[in-house]
């Protein structure tokens, strides 16, 4: 599997866009970008994915380069709930009978996202 | 729905003491996986289900056994457990399959349940 690598940690001022940056610079045609995030003591919680296209939904949008060497998570409006480890994971595509990705996350060591008021 | 559901909560157990964790998913998927996260690390996968009857080791499987008997059911085993297994364990799920984007099938997304938070004296 691809290695991504995030930074550390950043910080957001509630309700501006939090920009969550992630290099993937190994990544395969056939691979798929992954975020999920993790709020203290909880389980990670998925947020969005994506393979070439930009992607959005209720909770944050994708942006991925055309090389696809990089990928941006924007959450649009941070408040302050949002503070959380954020984690980029590229991921196989599923594989049919006989495959041996069978869906496994690789978790890195994430993004702490901190969003201040 | 319950989602995913983990038990117990907390544990405390003495060098070579052995205990079961268990984890119930009542989203009817097939895929189930077990993850320990130390602190200040990313999970990191043990175990893993790909159905009923069936287990494979994952990333870190070493002192750990697994079995899933029924579909909605994963269990966890310390047979004898160590301070190096004092840790954060979570349980997920999720359907093998997810959309289509460029002729490629996605997996869908893994539904992490609260974790048990166990210590090893």
């Known amino acids: 599997d691809a290695k991504t690598t995030q930074p550390t940690s950043m910080d957001c001022a509630e309700g501006r866009a939090a920009n969550l940056p992630c290099n993937h610079s190994?990544?395969?045609?056939?691979?798929?970008v992954y975020w999920y995030r993790q709020i203290h003591s909880q389980g990670p919680q998925y947020i969005i994915h994506?393979?070439?296209n930009n992607e959005t939904n209720e909770m944050a949008s994708l942006i991925i380069t055309e090389d696809r060497k990089s990928s941006t998570l924007i959450l649009p409006h941070a408040t302050l709930r949002d503070t959380a480890v954020y984690y980029c994971?590229?991921?196989?595509?599923?594989?049919?009978?006989?495959?041996?990705?069978?869906?496994?996350?690789?978790f890195g060591q994430g993004t702490i996202l901190t969003v201040h008021p | 729905n319950a989602g995913v559901t983990q038990t117990p909560k907390f544990r405390v157990l003495k060098t070579g003491q052995s205990m079961t964790l268990l984890c119930a998913q009542d989203?009817?998927?097939?895929?189930m996986y077990w993850y320990r996260q130390d602190p200040g690390m990313g999970l990191r996968l043990i175990h893993y289900?790909?159905?009923?009857?069936?287990?494979a080791k994952g990333e870190v499987p070493d002192g750990y056994n697994v079995s899933r008997l029924k579909k909605q059911n994963f269990l966890l085993g310390l047979e004898s457990a160590a301070p190096s297994q004092t840790s954060v364990y979570f349980c997920?799920?999720?359907?093998?399959?997810?959309?289509?984007?460029?002729?490629?099938?996605?997996?869908?997304?893994?539904?992490f349940g609260p974790g048990t938070r166990l210590t090893v004296l």
């Open positions: 289900s790909v159905g009923e009857g069936t287990t």
């Open positions: 997920a799920s999720s359907s093998p399959l997810g959309r289509l984007a460029g002729g490629l099938s996605s997996y869908n997304e893994q539904f």
């Open positions: 989203m009817n998927h097939e895929y």
């Open positions: 190994t990544i395969s045609g056939n691979e798929y």
């Open positions: 994971i590229v991921r196989p595509p599923s594989v049919n009978a006989g495959g041996t990705s069978y869906g496994k996350l690789t």
């Open positions: 994506g393979l070439k």
